[in-house]
């Protein structure tokens, strides 16, 4: 090689370099790489094209994945010839420089037979090419080619500059796009975490708080700035409890005996204004090399543990009141039907005695006996019509409402009624809920006249006494309404009282309808 030679080529070499180191330096996406890389070498070189190869997992090939063009440049039919070729090993000089394994100089690309693109390049007017390999790690990743218009004898030292920046280059593009994945997955698990609806907060060894996602954020009142960094004890553990939580943690430390992990506890948090809540908590231990990392993953059960409240207190209610019935029922067997028999037994029983002696007598007797018994079969006949009217079960709403509107001692005007049949359970929910209403009605209403409405669309079945008394009534200051409201949300439906003091009273019940069967 001549000194002329060596003079050219020495800036040049180093001006690639330089360009080179300059634009890793500022190049952050893996994706930017390649671009901005040819755009370096090419302009420094003062070069036309340059183009970009990537090895391809897929089919083993090479593939074109970048294309420059100096400036003002338009060589669209090599653009186009490239872009849509697919080189294996050995194949045109991007799969020459793959089997070699080293650079490669074409002076002048018509001639060169490893050069299929070589009536392209001459089209646009190009005459020297020069491609190296990218690799990383010794593993070979593609090549990068450039073309130009002005014909180039091969430069050596420009060539082996170019082979060291190739592993350069491949060893950015692979720490990038490691880089990229690490971000990817990052943000992904970050978006994971803010949409979950449970709070997920992770302590360190020391007990710190290194994460608190959004859910953690609303269910505890801190943000997640105020909480990182903070001893996780002091910060969602009631003080009762501080002390038993670090001392697991420092057992854990210890010996590695895990006593909570992996299990679901229900246990009390404490928020931000030390409100303290009853939660469901689960603790796991990161599984990363290097000092102990926890997560827990908490949820906030207050609202379930309302609702079981509520859930005992209705069942308890509903035994109360089955309960105060069967006491009600021995109390009027007791005290009505049972003294009727009873004096009925006695006036058989003289009756039998002074037969034949006094006949007229025992025609008296026989006749009371007879009063008696009228009276006691009346008395059990009302008693087991409020125990579960026969007719209800027999023929069904209508009848059954009918004919307790008229035996209650106000006026009860029937607006609506349903023919159809509907489930046992809902026919005596909306038979109590009307016939509870209808006794409020006379005995605090001092209504004028009640209006029962009962109808039945889409799917529910809407019952509705409503008088013209004085109001005032408040669900719950009874037994009567609140037992009506757990037997029509034992049902799924709802039960509305409205009784504006002065304007009357409407009692409304909700009730979905299962089909018949
Ligand atoms: N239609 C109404 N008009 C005015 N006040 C009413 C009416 N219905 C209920 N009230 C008032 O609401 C209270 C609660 O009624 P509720 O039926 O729950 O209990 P109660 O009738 O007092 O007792 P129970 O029904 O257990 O015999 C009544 O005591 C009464 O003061
Ligand atoms: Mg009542």
Not at 162 to 180: K, T, Y
Not at 201 to 207: A, L, S, Y
């Amino acid at each position: 090689m001549s000194g002329a030679t060596d003079e050219r080529a020495r800036p040049a070499l180093l001006r690639v370099e330089h360009a080179v180191a300059l634009t890793l330096a500022e190049t952050s996406r893996a994706a930017d790489t390649y671009p901005n890389v040819l755009a370096a070498i090419g302009t420094t070189l003062g070069w036309q094209i340059g183009a970009a190869w990537e090895l391809s997992a897929a089919d083993g090939a090479l593939h074109c994945v970048e294309i420059w063009e100096a400036p003002g440049e338009d060589a669209h039919e090599f653009r186009a010839l490239s872009e849509h070729l697919v080189l294996s090993r050995d194949e045109g000089l991007p799969g020459r420089v793959w089997a070699l394994g080293g650079p490669v100089w074409i002076a002048d690309v018509k001639v060169e037979t490893s050069f299929p693109r070589a009536a392209a390049a001459s089209a646009a007017g190009l005459q020297t090419a020069f491609c190296f390999p990218i690799r990383s790690a010794g593993a070979f990743l593609g090549v990068m080619e450039f073309c130009t218009r002005t014909a180039t004898e091969p430069d050596e030292p420009l060539l082996e500059s170019v082979a060291i920046l190739g592993s350069q280059i491949g060893q950015f593009v692979v720490r990038r796009q490691a880089e990229d994945a690490v971000r990817v997955s990052e943000a992904r698990n970050r978006a994971i975490l803010d949409s979950a609806l449970d709070a997920v907060i992770t302590m360190n060894h020391r007990g710190v708080v290194v994460e608190f996602n959004h859910a953690a954020e609303r269910i505890f009142g801190y943000s997640a700035a105020e909480a990182v960094g903070r001893d996780m004890a002091d910060l969602i553990v009631p003080p009762s409890l501080r002390d038993a939580h670090r001392r697991g943690l420092a057992r854990y430390l210890e010996t590695g005996s895990p006593t909570l992990l992996d299990r679901r506890l229900e246990i009390t948090a404490m928020r931000a204004d030390g409100s303290e809540f009853p939660v469901e908590l689960t603790i796991t231990r990161i599984g990363l090399p290097g000092e102990p990392t926890f997560t827990g993953y908490v949820r906030d059960i207050t609202e379930r543990h309302r609702a079981e409240e509520e859930l005992r207190a209705s069942r308890a209610r509903i035994v109360e009141a089955a309960d105060e019935e069967r006491r009600r029922i021995e109390r009027n067997l007791h005290d009505g039907a049972q003294q009727h028999l009873v004096s009925l037994a006695l006036r058989l029983r003289n009756a039998a005695e002074s037969l034949g002696d006094d006949p007229q007598g025992t025609r008296e007797l026989l006749e009371r006996a007879d009063l008696e018994l009228a009276v006691a079969l009346e008395e059990l006949r009302e008693l087991a019509q409020g125990i579960h009217p026969a007719v209800l079960s027999e023929r069904g709403l209508r009848p059954a409402l009918e004919g307790l509107a008229a035996r209650v001692p106000v006026t009860v005007q029937i607006a609506a009624l349903p023919d159809e049949r509907l489930a046992d359970a809902v026919e005596v929910a909306v038979y109590y809920l009307v016939a509870e209403a209808l006794t409020n009605v006379v005995k605090y209403a001092q209504a004028s006249v009640a209006t029962v409405r009962v109808e039945v669309a889409d799917g529910l079945v809407v019952v509705e006494v409503v008088d013209d008394g004085v109001g005032g009534t408040s669900a719950g200051s009874g037994s009567g309404l609140r037992g009506l409201a757990d037997r029509v949300e034992a049902l799924g439906g709802v039960l509305t009282i409205d009784s504006p003091r002065g304007s009357g009273t409407r009692v409304r019940g909700e009730i979905p309808v299962p089909p018949v069967g």
